[in-house]
């Protein structure tokens, strides 16, 4: 096996497990550091990343009156997240991903406190921009993953993104048990309670955005350029079988030898777009049941937490099984949560809870082992772009699931929301068994 600058070994297709010992192989000092400030930045950002999905809805339905409209805050918000995505990656491609997150985040937080204003006013006209700013949180949140793997050897590529994502769990997971708390702080400054939630993203992602400038150092992602050889440099094939060649850049290159980006990007854009339609409308469902903003709260950080807390467990597995077996063991168990929820009495707040749970579970498996896959099949140092337009790809999946969401209850009713999401989750896993045998 040769050696890679990362001290790490010779990378291999994402779809396969490596060879035990590559297991010992220690992560750069670099890589250390790096993750270490990327988790904390993640810890206190993770807070924002609920607001929207909490309160969003609710926040639609009371200031534009309609149900059928309650998906226009989480469309936007995504849409906003596909923005920043674009923006994010190419600021990150030329100039680092300390100055393209730091910038993300304090975005997001603008569009927070924009969110505040409007809901105080009572204006909905600044109310939808300041939503669609919002979103470039959210897309600095997952972006930051790709950071995590910039120096990772091949190996610990998925554990590096895993670690990333869980750090997210401590705050995304507190923000909905903080709605009734935040709420108090807004009514008692004048505000109205659906605001609280909006004031303490703005916080989060102001600290991530402070944190990441002041302390992600080296940059990764230059770091990364300055370890390719020559050899690996874009343009050129590199004889690792980990799927380059399918690089834009690198079009012409040769034949792949490992899962393409498209591949990857489909995993994820398979799994995104129903679990957010479920997550949308799945506060609206349980608020017109009878259920306040705690319970609501309480669903949707077991949500949450099923999103990220699973993360180090996935990376684990994906390095060790291969990307492809993962992706589609999540396509046939985000099905079976659909079809719980499809199932569920309204009245059921644990089966609903459930089946929410396993949605986020999913979720988790499609999203690290498609950025795995994508991560594996871009050069070191010179892939930001793609990963940026790879997560524009994922806020456009949101924010369609989020848009057809109100229109589908409306016209059906939750149950056949579900069912739908069920069906659209099932084509995830063809796609990855198809994808394994074409490698075989």
């Known amino acids: 096996m040769s050696a890679t600058p990362a001290g790490g070994v010779a990378s291999r297709p994402p779809g396969r497990p490596g060879p035990p010992e590559a297991a010992e192989a220690p992560e750069a000092p670099e890589q250390r550091r790096i993750l270490a400030v990327l988790v904390a930045s993640q810890l206190v950002s993770g807070v924002g990343l609920t607001a929207g ?10 200031m534009l009156g309609s149900t059928g409209l309650a998906g226009i805050p989480t469309a936007l918000f995504t849409g906003g997240s596909m923005l920043g995505a674009f923006v994010i990656g190419r600021v990150c491609q030329r100039r680092g991903r300390r100055p393209g997150l730091g910038a993300g985040y304090a975005i997001g937080a603008l569009g927070s406190v924009g969110v505040v ?14 939503l669609l700013v919002y979103g470039a949180g959210t897309a600095t949140n997952l972006l930051a993953r790709y950071a995590g793997a910039d120096l990772a050897a091949p190996h610990r590529r998925a554990r590096a993104l895993g670690r990333v994502l869980l750090a997210s769990t401590l705050g995304a997971v507190a923000g909905p048990n903080l709605v009734p708390l935040t709420g108090d702080l807004a009514r008692a400054w004048g505000i109205p309670p659906l605001a609280g939630p909006f004031l303490l993203a703005a916080l989060g992602y102001t600290a991530a955005a402070v944190l990441l400038t002041a302390l992600l150092r080296p940059d990764p992602l230059h770091l990364a350029r300055a370890r390719l050889p020559a050899a690996d440099a874009p343009g050129t094939v590199r004889g690792t079988g980990s799927g380059n060649a399918t ?23 398979l799994g995104q777009l129903p679990k957010v339609a479920l997550m949308t409308m799945t506060p609206v469902h349980l608020a017109a049941n009878g259920h306040g903003t705690g319970t609501i709260g309480l669903v949707v950080s077991l949500h949450i937490a099923a999103m990220f807390l699973p993360s180090p467990l996935t990376g684990l597995l994906t390095d060790r099984l291969g990307a492809l077996p993962v992706a589609a063991a999540s396509g046939a168990l985000l099905c079976v949560a659909a ?13 609903i809870a459930a089946a929410l ?4 579970i999913a979720w988790n498996l499609g999203l690290v082992s498609g950025t795995a896959v994508i991560t594996a099949a871009l050069p070191p140092g010179h892939g930001a772009n793609t990963q940026g337009l790879a997560d524009v790809g994922l806020a456009v999946a949101g924010s369609t699931g989020a848009l057809l969401s109100g229109l589908a209850v409306t016209a059906g009713g939750y149950d056949v929301l579900a069912l739908a999401c069920a069906l659209t989750a099932l084509l995830v896993t063809p796609l990855a068994l198809r994808a394994a045998r074409a490698r075989t």
């Open 357 to 360: 749970t396993l949605a986020g």
């Open 53 to 62: 999905i909490v309160v969003g809805a609710l926040l639609a339905e009371q």
């Open 247 to 269: 690089d834009p850049v690198r079009k012409g290159a040769g034949p792949p030898r490992g899962p393409s980006v498209a591949t990857g990007l489909w995993i994820m854009l």
């Open 339 to 351: 079809l719980l929820a499809a199932a569920a009495p309204a009245d059921s707040v644990p089966l």
């Open 117 to 130: 204003a409007a809901v105080a006013l009572d204006q909905v006209a600044l109310l939808l921009p300041s």
